[in-house]
């Protein structure tokens, strides 16, 4: 039986939870413009380009906001969102602003992950004269002396920094017409223009800009963030030249209108379980195409081209297709495809059981469990104290992380092998008092996450017990009976310097247990011995709590 252990500092993705998995919709709320709201809880994390976690980011939905903390994560709670669509919006000086639509349903649970993307390459101008500016082969701008006051609301004639970016709203979003009648754009585009000072404050615009689109044949439209939609607006075309006079300084969209439906399916293992962190890409007659991110339990909600043939490939966050489709979408308004069910060898199910401080957890919770191993990572947004998720099994288990809303929580303990498809994980709640430890590589002391330690029995073993820092810092010594002398089986730093070990890398390693008893009395661990050359050397002292 192979086991693993770790803690880890990190959070990815976005995980909503309501209070039942009926997908129908309360009728055609795009068309009528009727508003249904569910209450939805959101959890997520925010990265840049690089993958890693961005903080002090603004995280909205309506009038509901947080900041991601340092590690990106953010929660929001009771949320109104729209049951025909609802942005967030994410906001971070120095990055453009994005905006995720989200096609919710009563009882599904999302789940996403956003990345940011700095505003960097500008084209530069005198805020004191009039001017044309070509910002693509689409688009130029026309822009009127003295349009701009500062944050202070003193008119600004400096010079002007325009940022410019083409990728501010993500999904297909409907767009209402001029007509009021609801549908998509097509073989367009979205862009968004940013001004700054020269020394990267925002500009507050205050006279209309002219905005004129090379498009034959298409429209524009403005995007309304209240309202969860492009609005269409009406623009003057001379030879297939468009002009618009924009003042909101919100994304523009253009392309060709067209009548929507809305498509909800579901991915499924063959026990009909829903399929957690997979991605829908969907790609229509004309190669054009978009990811949609399916609910934790599967379900996935998306609007699309009426009268269209349409290619759905469900891929695993390794990129490797698990289900592949063909689908006619007709000319309804709602239309609601057969489950799709992915091969069994593709996946792992995951039996995960935790034992809580006191009563069961719920939904309110905000449990998160953060699977990884070397490359790749998974959340999983747990409600119960036990519950099955299915994963994709490219990814090979090795580290885990419980979390109560941004704090680490639970420890944890792994039994039963990956390649068997059946992985148990079994957490126990982290009740106990931090006392300080120390530990030293070659003599020289190593602080290692906020310099104190718990030693804990884990929760389907008693006789297994952790020494953790819990911020990536983990020993794991097997078949603890008594005071004694130990080999460990497992220690991860969580530290560039050293190489972690696992089963008979740690042989040159003991660890000496001076007290032990039951739950509540005092431990002493002492640490002593080689790993990849270097002498370690540590000593950590606590009372048991569990």
């Excluded at 900041?67 to 953010?74: A, H, K, L, T, Y």
């Excluded at 990728?167 to 940013?194: A, C, H, M, R, Y």
């Excluded at 209108?257 to 957690?276: A, D, N």
């Excluded at 919770?365 to 490359?375: G, S």
Aim: net charge negative; aromatic share 10%.
């Amino acid at each position: 039986m192979i086991r693993f252990y770790t803690l880890f500092v990190f959070l990815l993705l976005i995980s909503c939870q309501r209070e039942d998995v009926d997908v129908s919709i309360p009728g055609d709320i795009i068309i009528e413009e009727k508003d249904t709201f569910f209450d939805s809880q959101f959890i997520g994390i925010v990265q840049d380009v690089s993958g890693l976690p961005l903080q002090n980011v603004k995280v909205m939905v309506g009038n509901t906001s947080d900041i991601s903390s340092d590690n990106g994560i953010f929660i929001i709670k009771n949320a109104k969102t729209n049951s025909s669509g609802s942005f967030v919006r994410f906001s971070k000086e120095g990055y453009f602003d994005q905006y995720v639509f989200l096609t919710k349903s009563s009882g599904a649970y999302s789940n996403i992950f956003v990345t940011l993307h700095k505003k960097t390459n500008f084209l530069s101008f005198s805020g004191d004269a009039d001017r044309d500016i070509q910002v693509s082969d689409y688009f130029s701008v026309n822009i009127s002396s003295e349009s701009f006051t500062t944050p202070d609301h003193q008119i600004y004639s400096g010079t002007v920094r325009l940022y410019t970016s083409f990728t501010s709203v993500s999904q297909n979003v409907p767009v209402i017409s001029d007509k009021l009648t609801s549908g998509l754009f097509l073989e367009g585009q979205n862009i968004q223009f940013v001004f700054e000072t020269s020394d990267g404050l925002p500009l507050h615009q205050i006279k209309p800009i002219n905005v004129t689109a090379v498009l034959p044949g298409f429209q524009l439209a403005v995007l309304e963030p209240s309202k969860n939609k492009w609005r269409e607006r009406l623009s003057t075309e001379v030879n297939g030249v468009h002009k618009i006079i924009w003042s909101e300084n919100l994304p523009i969209v253009t392309g060709r209108f067209v009548p929507l439906t809305r498509i909800q399916s579901r991915i499924v293992s063959p026990s009909q379980t829903g399929v957690s962190l997979t991605s829908a890409e969907i790609t229509d007659e004309n190669n054009v195409s978009f990811t949609v991110f399916p609910d934790q339990n599967g379900y996935i909600d998306f609007y699309t081209p009426s009268g269209k043939n349409l290619n759905i490939q469900i891929k695993d966050v390794c990129g490797q297709t698990l289900v592949s489709t063909s689908v006619l979408v007709g000319n309804d308004k709602k239309q609601i495809l057969p489950d799709m069910v992915t091969d069994s060898s593709y996946l792992t199910t995951i039996r995960s059981q935790i034992e809580a401080c006191a009563s069961p957890i719920n939904g309110q919770d905000m449990v998160n469990v953060f699977l990884q191993d070397n490359d790749k990572a998974l959340v999983l947004y747990q409600f119960q104290n036990d519950q099955i998720f299915v994963v994709p099994s490219c990814v090979e288990v090795k580290k885990a992380t419980y979390y109560r809303g941004k704090q680490k929580q639970f420890s944890v303990s792994f039994s039963g092998q990956q390649n068997n498809t059946m992985l148990d994980i079994n957490a126990s709640p982290l009740c106990i008092e931090k006392v300080s430890g120390y530990f030293s590589i070659n003599d020289v002391v190593t602080l290692l996450g906020e310099k104190q330690f718990t030693i804990l029995r884990e929760g389907q073993n008693k006789e297994n017990v952790v020494v953790t820092d819990l911020n990536g810092f983990v020993i794991s010594i097997p078949g603890v009976t008594g005071p004694g002398n130990y080999t460990p089986d497992a220690i991860l730093f969580n530290h560039p310097d050293v190489t972690d070990c696992y089963s008979g890398d740690c042989a040159m390693i003991e660890v000496r247990i001076d007290e032990i008893s039951v739950p509540g009395a005092v431990v002493k661990i002492r640490l002593e011995g080689q790993m990849s050359g270097d002498n370690i050397r540590g000593e950590f002292v606590n009372t048991l709590k569990n």
